[in-house]
């Protein structure tokens, strides 16, 4: 750990709430340690504020480990800025210099609409997840886990996809505010393993039809999302679903 | 305060069995006559929702975050334990109870473990049936791990990323009880008081964290599923929503809180690096199955690690505890980290860290078989520190990780108010004084999976409970009381901060007091001091904290402030529990308490019971009752890793 100190120049999104508008409003910063996460940066910024007697910046924010995907901003136009494979909370300071401008804005998309400054409601991702996003078992009467034999392979594919957060990058990035790696991951975990086989064509069907009434755009294979995925969630995923949809829309009347 | 653990009668083996035979049952159609609250969404409120409305409840859910897929159980990197003995090497729940009675220095109830371990197997089943992507051998079948100095291999894993596979899979039975209504779902809404009518929990006021408004919800159970208290020493491992405000308010109507100075110390984090700090990282203790650790053998030796030859390097764990090495359990390892680093042997810029080396294990097994198995660890620790430790020795030092100590609840998982369930981690139930490793999974769905459903048909079935709507007058006291709180705590607000203080530079001053005075070595004079200077940053807290905006808006400085508020409280009852348990045991070690080799002293003659703490009201000193603890099928023996 080798640390040193920045000054940053920050323009940050001020939005009340969802009915008024939102501007961009300018804080230098200075003597950031280059160790800190971006959001111990944010953390800083927001006691500064306090002690000026201004609104603190409202973010999300939970683990700080980058798993529970509930942090995400838009950091000079990257989602969860320019470091590739991290949340912002495993952002560090280290990967910006002294005199920089950080432009930062909330996830934008019409399905995830502002609650306030950088927080957005994605609750559009629970209902797709809600639409089928399981395997429709109770609790008890299974049988032995080892009767269900899944070849490694299998369930490190099906592990590749199951690691999305759910943080909403992907459709943040897309230009038609798409949210199929999200969808598509969950529909590839299950529709991979023998368990998912029951409700495979159902379920894509419904968390296709969700996913659409929700708002979310379209895939042009623009490729964004991937390249923001704090998960690495291949695009692979999607050209699945669309397999499954096409599939199922088929056969499944 | 009336302690009746009501365990059932019979052999150790026959409890749950005979438990479930005598224990009401509600008849499945008139099941859709009552409504259960459940307050969290983590392993043991997601599986707990999910299971109770599968059954034909009415489940109203609440979480903190955004979503329920959110709660801290997603961090959780190491695994889940399971008496399947698919590794054919001795495992059966026998061992699997031993294990976590003796692990928990013999401070919890055999019978509530003995009952975690009988129903691990059917966590893995149940988990496996819903699609959780656990590692496989290339046969096909479940691969296990040993973990955290269990010398069988009974470890469950997803990667680095189990607990978040188990939550997402519970959060996909949650998901579809939603979508099936039988659920109702209610995100980004804290639980602010419980209510009480007739002596039973009837409802929970919430505050609605986007609109601030104040909302009432009436039940016939309510359950806590909200998770463990380690943020009262600000830095933690936790989530930074993660806090004691849902069981502390619990406490003050009449809840016990039991064994609240039970706090494990988690001996793999990385080190704190400066004041700007907001949480610490724990990485997967299974490093220790690879890493060896150690520290200079001269003091102040300043050399980089490289520089420093086999022969002036410290194995310590190797060497004080040649059959368990570097796999002793947690409060070992910490304990001994923190020796080292107060001896001056402490590594990194602070001086408090130590070493923990892979260069052995890359040289035998290679660089590809290491990173297979710690790769995501290892990249996580660049990702912070910008090091690499396939070139370097990690750098780790002991950071608050799970708190042991919880709601004091029967065999039911009931607390002391009638109708008010405490699972998972909000309970004190299962981990004594010391948890093992992948033990946390395991017990949040055993909770909420296999236990809370036959507890909630044994209550109402046994209860004749009236209906009460939120218009009751109790609903009414209770919003008018978290109102005039949150007034209280926005008194500054209109005046502005000029001489006044942060929410976090309290939480810091609590975290730095209980650090120092109630952390892994506690003695009298200390926790004396501690409790001696409490009031006053309580009274700073009250007095000076400013606190921007309102409460009619979101207001995250407001959310925080009303959570330190509790800690503030809550860390009196800790201190006081420390103080009266004189003897080291679990993760602590009561410095007047130790071994001739410096090692810890339990002392069952005085201590083998569980501390239960009762709430006597605002500026009352706790009362602490006892439940005495009954070792029946086991002998209880001083722990020795050497």
């Not at chain 2, 003796?102 to 049936?129: H, M, P, T, W």
Request: glycine letters at 8%.
């Amino acid at each position: 750990m080798t640390m040193s100190s920045i000054d940053l120049t920050l323009q940050i999104w001020r939005q009340k709430n969802n009915d008024s508008l939102g501007h961009l409003e300018t804080y230098p910063l200075t003597g950031i340690n280059t160790d800190m996460s971006f959001l111990e940066m944010l953390d800083v910024l927001n006691e500064k504020l306090t002690r000026d007697g201004k609104d603190p910046v409202a973010f999300d924010h939970d683990c700080r480990e980058g798993i529970c995907g509930m942090c995400g901003a838009v950091v000079n136009g990257i989602a969860h800025g320019p470091e590739r494979e991290t949340t912002l909370c495993q952002l560090h300071m280290r990967n910006f210099r002294s005199g920089d401008t950080l432009v930062i804005e909330p996830f934008r998309s019409r399905a995830f609409p502002i609650r306030k400054d950088l927080m957005v409601d994605r609750s559009a991702f629970d209902r797709i997840i809600q639409s089928g996003g399981y395997v429709s078992v109770n609790t008890g009467g299974t049988p032995d886990a080892n009767t269900i034999l899944i070849p490694s392979a299998t369930a490190e594919l099906a592990m590749d996809a199951a690691a999305c957060i759910g943080c909403g990058a992907c459709v943040a990035s897309c230009p038609n505010g798409a949210a199929m790696l999200f969808t598509s991951a969950k529909i590839s975990q299950l529709c991979l393993l023998p368990q998912g086989q029951p409700e495979r064509k159902q379920r894509a069907l419904a968390m296709v039809e969700t996913m659409d009434r929700e708002g979310f755009g379209n895939c042009t294979n623009a490729r964004e999302c991937e390249a923001v995925c704090p998960k690495a969630i291949s695009i692979r995923n999607i050209a699945r679903l669309n397999r499954e949809f096409l599939a199922a829309s088929l056969f499944e009347g | 305060m009336k302690l009746d653990a009501r365990i059932p009668s019979g052999d150790l083996a026959q409890k749950w069995d005979n438990h479930r035979f005598a224990s009401k049952l509600v008849n499945p159609a008139n099941r859709r006559k009552f409504t259960i609250i459940v307050v969290g969404t983590g392993l043991a409120g997601a599986s707990a929702s999910a299971t109770l409305a599968e059954q034909g409840y009415n489940v109203k859910t609440f979480c903190i975050q955004d979503s329920p897929r959110r709660a801290h159980s997603i961090a959780a990197q190491g695994g889940i334990n399971a008496a399947k003995n698919y590794q054919n090497d001795g495992d059966s729940v026998l061992r699997l109870f031993y294990d976590t009675i003796k692990g928990g220095d013999f401070r919890a109830r055999e019978a509530n473990v003995y009952r975690l371990a009988q129903v691990s197997g059917n966590i893995i089943d149940q988990c496996v049936a819903q699609g959780v992507p656990f590692a496989r051998e290339y046969g096909g079948t479940l691969a296990n791990r040993s973990f955290g100095g269990a010398q069988v291999s009974r470890t469950f894993y997803a990667r680095g990323q189990t607990g978040q596979q188990l939550l997402l899979g519970a959060y996909g039975a949650l998901s579809r009880q939603i979508h099936s209504g039988k659920v109702t779902m209610f995100n980004r809404r804290e639980m602010m008081d419980l209510v009480v009518v007739d002596g039973r929990a009837r409802g929970i006021t919430v505050r609605n964290l986007m609109t601030g408004e104040l909302e009432s919800h009436a039940a016939d159970a309510v359950v806590l599923a909200t998770g463990g208290y380690g943020n009262v020493y600000f830095l933690s491992t936790n989530a930074m929503a993660s806090n004691v405000t849902a069981a502390w308010r619990a406490c003050k109507h009449g809840a016990g809180f039991a064994n609240p100075c039970f706090v494990q110390i988690h001996p793999t984090c990385i080190p704190v690096h400066g004041d700007y700090q907001s949480k610490l990282t724990l990485m997967s203790e299974s490093l220790r199955n690879d890493g060896r650790v150690w520290v200079p053998a001269r003091q102040g030796d300043q050399r980089p690690p490289a520089s420093i030859p086999e022969a002036e390097r410290d194995y310590y764990l190797e060497q004080k505890y040649p059959s368990f090495g570097n796999l002793v359990p947690r409060d070992v390892a910490s304990r001994n980290a923190k020796e080292q680093c107060d001896a001056g042997k402490g590594v990194g810029g602070t001086g408090l860290a130590v070493y923990l080396d892979f260069a052995e294990a890359i040289r035998r097994d290679g660089e590809a078989t290491i990173l297979k198995k710690y790769g995501n660890l290892f990249q996580m620790y660049e990702k912070i520190t910008a090091a690499n430790p396939l070139n370097e020795p990690m750098m780790i030092y002991p950071a608050v990780h799970y708190t042991m100590g919880g709601l004091w609840v029967d065999y039911d998982l009931m607390t002391t108010i009638p109708g008010l369930f405490a699972l998972g981690e909000c309970n004190f139930s299962d981990h004594g004084a010391n948890r093992l490793g992948a033990s946390a999974l395991m017990q949040g769905l055993a909770d909420g999976y296999f236990i809370i459903a036959t507890s909630i048909a044994g209550y109402i079935g046994a209860s004749s409970l009236q209906p009460v709507a939120v218009t009751a007058p109790a609903f009414d006291q209770s919003r008018k009381n978290v109102a005039e709180r949150i007034h209280r705590l926005l008194r500054n607000s209109m005046q502005g901060p000029a001489g006044k203080v942060t929410v976090d530079e309290i939480h810091k001053q609590l975290g730095r007091l209980l650090w120092d005075n109630c952390g892994m070595a506690r003695n009298k004079a200390g926790l004396e001091s501690a409790l001696e200077q409490l009031p006053a940053i309580r009274d700073q807290f009250w007095n000076d904290v400013y606190i921007p905006g309102n409460a009619t808006d979101i207001n995250q400085s407001l959310e925080r402030a009303g959570r330190v508020a509790d800690f503030l409280e809550f860390a009196e009852v800790m201190i006081r529990d420390a103080l009266a348990r004189e003897e080291s045991c679990g993760c602590h070690l009561r410095e007047e308490s130790q071994t001739a080799e410096n090692e810890a002293k339990r002392d069952d003659a005085n201590y083998s019971h569980v501390s239960v703490w009762e709430y006597k009201g605002e500026g009352e000193p706790p009362v602490m009752h006892k439940e005495p603890l009954a070792f029946d099928n086991v002998t209880p023996s001083q722990r020795s890793y050497k």
